[in-house]
């Protein structure tokens, strides 16, 4: 099993910013994939980015040019950088890994965006 604990969430105002971060443990070997979704109050789960052990970043074209993945393999730790954050960006985020053919979810850190 891989745990996941999110933090760095919290209220900001619009056009501020906030950094996430995402901390593995467990059976953190041969993760492959580590990765952010949002889901925002009434809508559906969505992808925003990930960072892989191939291949450059990959973003959801909603934060494209606002937000940056990026990972710390001494720490299993992914970190989401927000820039320019818009009442659109409030949502609950969830960070997320793949290891093995399996999926894991953390338990999700509350972003709100708000004057």
């Known amino acids: 099993q891989v745990q996941l604990v999110e933090s760095g969430g919290g209220l900001v105002q619009p056009g501020g910013s906030l950094r996430l971060s995402c901390a593995a443990s467990?059976?953190?070997?041969?993760?492959?994939?580590m990765g952010w979704s949002r889901q925002a109050p009434g809508k559906e789960r969505e992808f925003v980015a990930l960072?892989?052990?191939?291949?450059?970043?990959v973003y959801a074209d909603s934060v494209k040019g606002r937000f940056t993945i990026s990972g710390d393999n001494a720490k299993s730790t992914v970190y989401l950088q927000m820039n320019s954050l818009s009442s659109e960006d409030t949502a609950v985020y969830y960070c997320?890994?793949?290891?093995?053919?399996?999926?894991?979810w953390g338990q999700g850190t509350q972003v709100t965006v708000s004057s």
């Open positions: 997320f890994v793949n290891r093995g053919g399996q999926q894991f």
């Open positions: 960072i892989s052990s191939v291949g450059a970043p």
């Open positions: 467990g059976i953190i070997s041969s993760i492959n994939v």
